[in-house]
């Protein structure tokens, strides 16, 4: 089992990540302040601090 922790600060108007998927590990992000849109699989989701997200591993 691996482990990775990062963090990132993402200015506004920015985008925090490039779209992509995740094939052989799990992703979690957790807002610490502000707000943003975050688009999972083509749906816009509007996040807030305190949102907790998890991504599936795809099958």
Same mark, same amino acid.
């Given at each position: 089992?691996?482990? $990775? %922790?990062?963090? @990132? ?5 920015? *985008?925090? !990540? ?13 807002? $610490? %302040?502000?707000? @943003? ?5 083509? *749906?816009? !989701? ?14």
């Amino acid at each position: 089992m691996r482990s $990775l %922790s990062s963090d @990132a600060f993402v200015t506004t108007g920015k *985008e925090s !990540f490039v779209y992509h998927s995740h094939h052989c590990e799990e992703e979690w992000i957790y807002i $610490l %302040s502000g707000q @943003a849109i975050a688009k999972i699989d083509g *749906e816009e !989701f509007e996040v807030f601090p305190e949102t907790l997200w998890h991504s599936q591993l795809l099958q």
